[in-house]
């Protein structure tokens, strides 16, 4: 296994990896190529560079230039253009396959003698002030550089190009990958913990421990869904939301869902953001795709997009030929009727009925009102929104079903935030201001015209004075059990302690010795 290093740092990596691929496809002996790039648009630029200059060689030079074939790889390429990495070459070409680091552990390509590393790749952070995940380039840890080395080197000597130095290497990346619990939503292990009976979150003994800030702002969103009460216990909605393998305000949904009447819409929605995103768009065919995926639309809701994919698939009996004909990914769409079937199994062992309320869509959006109301954002400008609880900037992504409705609505909730070059909502839906009041009382009131601003304290001070009541409470209940349970440890011990007999004792004594008193 050979590795070289750059001399100096790259500034591109693209345009270094396309130049160091174009040298070793001239210089070099057979053997396939495999660089690693960090996501769909970089591989995408990479790709289109590569095919660029062997044109332009092609057409410059007198010689036979030997064959390139240039594959791509990531996960929202469809599965037939996927699998071409694993065929064999003909006519005796070499294969440049351009990856993102799904190639570093999950797949192995047989034939790969030599590796291009750009030495990043994308990694999902959790902000728990914004309550946003960003999916944001970093350098790779130095056992992901070892492991992206190794690839070369599987069926033969290989060699390893790395666009980046060797003090880089040694001073400046880390060790080994941060751990994905650090730096992620921790909903669903808080949801966990607490029905495990672990009261204090804060002193749990984790093996990587997350930081504060990622515990108790996921305890406070908890309390907000309704999960946890004032002082930190599971309710009943709680204890049915840990029943479900899903992010609790997904959970919630659900379970309003049944409130509604609505279960069968919502399961749909849920079971499809629960999978990547099933439309495809290919670069080279973007209007047929945009105009294939505005079919679909909903004008007024993302989810109800969703769910109008879904029961369009389901009404063409699953078929996979007629999702290629819409530009839809049916693996994402099989994976989505699969979870719609697991959570059907678990709604039916919790003997949850499947209630519809089609064609009423606004029930429907009440329901994803009532677990997003803390992802709610107010119109600002055109396409521009800020969020209602801390004024982050929000915009419409240009491919959601609202962006082109032509009157943007006042108030939408969103699935999730994602950075990009701008805080793009995905997956939005339009709401009524009445329901983010009635919804999520803790953060949203009607203004009453006839309601001056001291009832409005008065009202804040009696509810404050309540919950600081419940935990006094709470904290007597502690000392109580507390008390009980050393008073129960104490008559254990005296049962445990042997009676005897000593001279000039009328009482038997017990064999635990007295300490000796020095002094007078």
Same mark, same amino acid.
């Given at each position: 296994?050979?590795?070289?290093?750059?001399?100096?740092?790259?500034?591109?990596?693209?345009?270094?990896?396309? +130049?160091?691929?174009?040298?070793?496809?001239? &210089?070099?002996?057979?053997?396939?190529?495999?660089?690693?790039?960090?996501?769909?648009?970089?591989?995408?630029?990479?790709?289109?560079?590569?095919?660029?200059?062997?044109?332009?060689?092609?057409?410059?030079?007198?010689?036979?230039?030997?064959?390139?074939?240039?594959?791509?790889?990531?996960?929202?390429?469809?599965?037939?253009?996927?699998?071409?990495?694993?065929?064999?070459?003909?006519?005796?070409?070499? +294969?440049?396959?351009?990856? &993102?680091?799904?190639?570093?552990?999950?797949?192995?390509?047989?034939?790969?003698?030599?590796?291009?590393?750009?030495? *990043?790749?994308?990694?999902?952070?959790?902000?728990?002030?914004?309550?946003?995940?960003?999916?944001?380039?970093?350098?790779?840890?130095?056992?992901?550089?070892?492991? /992206?080395?190794?690839?070369?080197? #599987?069926?033969?000597?290989?060699?390893?190009?790395?666009? *980046?130095?060797?003090?880089?290497?040694?001073?400046?990346?880390?060790?080994?990958?941060?751990?994905?619990?650090? #730096?992620?939503?921790?909903?669903?292990?808080?949801?966990?913990? +607490?029905?495990?009976?672990?009261?204090?979150?804060?002193?749990?003994?984790?093996?990587?421990?997350?930081?504060?800030?990622?515990?108790? %702002?996921?305890? *406070? =969103?908890?309390?907000?869904?309704?999960?946890?009460?004032?002082?930190?216990?599971? &309710?009943?909605?709680?204890?049915?939301?840990?029943?479900?393998?899903?992010?609790?305000? $997904?959970?919630?949904?659900? $379970?309003?869902?049944?409130?509604?009447?609505?279960?069968?819409?919502?399961?749909?929605?849920?079971?499809?953001?629960?999978?990547?995103?099933?439309?495809?768009?290919?670069?080279?065919?973007?209007?047929?795709?945009?105009?294939? #995926?505005?079919?679909?639309?909903?004008?007024?809701?993302? @989810?109800?997009?969703?769910?109008?994919?879904?029961?369009?698939?389901?009404?063409?009996? *699953? #078929?996979?030929?007629?999702?290629?004909? @819409?530009?839809?990914?049916?693996?994402?769409? /099989?994976?989505?009727?699969?979870?719609?079937?697991?959570? $059907?199994?678990?709604?039916?062992?919790?003997?949850?009925?499947?209630?519809?309320?089609?064609?009423?869509?606004?029930?429907?959006?009440?329901?994803?009102?009532?677990?997003?109301?803390?992802?709610?954002?107010?119109?600002?400008?055109?396409?521009?929104?800020? %969020?209602?609880?801390?004024?982050?900037?929000? @915009?419409? @992504?240009?491919?959601?079903?609202?962006?082109?409705?032509?009157?943007?609505?006042?108030?939408?909730?969103?699935?999730?935030?994602?950075?990009?070059?701008?805080?793009?909502?995905?997956?939005?839906?339009?709401?009524?201001?009445?329901?983010?009041?009635?919804?999520?009382?803790?953060?949203?009131?009607?203004?009453?015209?006839?309601?001056?601003?001291?009832?409005?304290?008065? /009202?804040?001070? =009696?509810?404050?004075?309540?919950?600081?009541?419940?935990?006094?409470? $709470?904290?007597?209940?502690?000392?109580?059990?507390?008390?009980?349970?050393?008073?129960?440890?104490?008559?254990?011990?005296?049962?445990?302690?042997?009676?005897?007999?000593?001279?000039?004792? /009328?009482?038997?004594?017990?064999?635990?010795?007295?300490?000796?008193?020095?002094?007078?």
């Amino acid at each position: 296994m050979n590795i070289l290093w750059s001399k100096s740092p790259v500034e591109d990596y693209v345009e270094g990896a396309v +130049k160091q691929a174009m040298t070793i496809h001239i &210089t070099s002996p057979a053997g396939d190529i495999l660089i690693f790039m960090t996501g769909q648009d970089e591989i995408e630029a990479a790709c289109y560079a590569l095919a660029e200059r062997m044109e332009q060689m092609v057409s410059s030079s007198k010689k036979a230039v030997p064959k390139l074939l240039i594959l791509p790889i990531y996960s929202q390429l469809p599965a037939d253009l996927q699998a071409k990495i694993f065929q064999k070459a003909e006519d005796g070409a070499r +294969k440049c396959i351009v990856a &993102t680091n799904i190639a570093e552990t999950s797949l192995t390509v047989d034939g790969i003698f030599y590796v291009i590393d750009s030495g *990043y790749g994308k990694m999902k952070v959790y902000n728990p002030r914004m309550g946003m995940d960003a999916l944001q380039v970093f350098p790779v840890s130095r056992a992901a550089a070892d492991q /992206r080395a190794g690839r070369a080197g #599987r069926t033969g000597p290989g060699t390893c190009y790395r666009l *980046y130095t060797e003090s880089a290497y040694l001073n400046e990346m880390l060790p080994s990958p941060v751990p994905e619990i650090q #730096r992620t939503n921790l909903g669903n292990v808080v949801l966990l913990l +607490k029905s495990l009976k672990v009261e204090n979150l804060l002193d749990f003994d984790f093996m990587d421990p997350p930081p504060q800030d990622n515990i108790l %702002n996921s305890m *406070y =969103q908890l309390w907000v869904l309704g999960a946890l009460n004032n002082v930190g216990g599971l &309710t009943d909605l709680g204890w049915k939301m840990v029943e479900f393998p899903l992010d609790p305000p $997904l959970a919630k949904m659900l $379970l309003m869902g049944e409130q509604l009447g609505c279960l069968e819409e919502v399961l749909t929605i849920v079971s499809m953001l629960s999978v990547p995103s099933v439309f495809f768009r290919p670069k080279d065919r973007a209007e047929e795709s945009d105009a294939a #995926r505005e079919r679909f639309f909903v004008p007024e809701s993302d @989810h109800l997009t969703l769910y109008n994919v879904y029961q369009q698939w389901k009404q063409h009996d *699953y #078929r996979g030929d007629w999702c290629n004909d @819409h530009f839809l990914h049916v693996k994402g769409l /099989r994976k989505a009727r699969e979870v719609r079937s697991q959570l $059907l199994d678990i709604l039916k062992t919790l003997k949850i009925p499947l209630t519809s309320c089609w064609p009423d869509t606004d029930i429907v959006r009440k329901a994803i009102c009532s677990a997003y109301f803390h992802n709610s954002a107010r119109l600002k400008g055109v396409g521009e929104y800020v %969020n209602c609880r801390n004024g982050m900037p929000c @915009h419409l @992504h240009p491919s959601s079903a609202l962006y082109g409705m032509g009157c943007t609505p006042e108030y939408v909730v969103y699935h999730e935030l994602i950075l990009t070059t701008k805080e793009y909502m995905q997956c939005a839906t339009a709401v009524e201001p009445q329901w983010l009041a009635e919804l999520g009382p803790m953060f949203f009131s009607v203004k009453d015209s006839d309601t001056s601003l001291l009832e409005h304290k008065k /009202r804040q001070k =009696q509810e404050k004075t309540a919950m600081e009541e419940e935990m006094e409470n $709470l904290k007597k209940v502690q000392a109580e059990v507390e008390k009980e349970r050393k008073q129960k440890e104490k008559e254990k011990m005296a049962k445990h302690q042997q009676q005897i007999s000593m001279p000039g004792l /009328r009482k038997g004594s017990s064999t635990f010795l007295r300490p000796k008193k020095f002094g007078l």
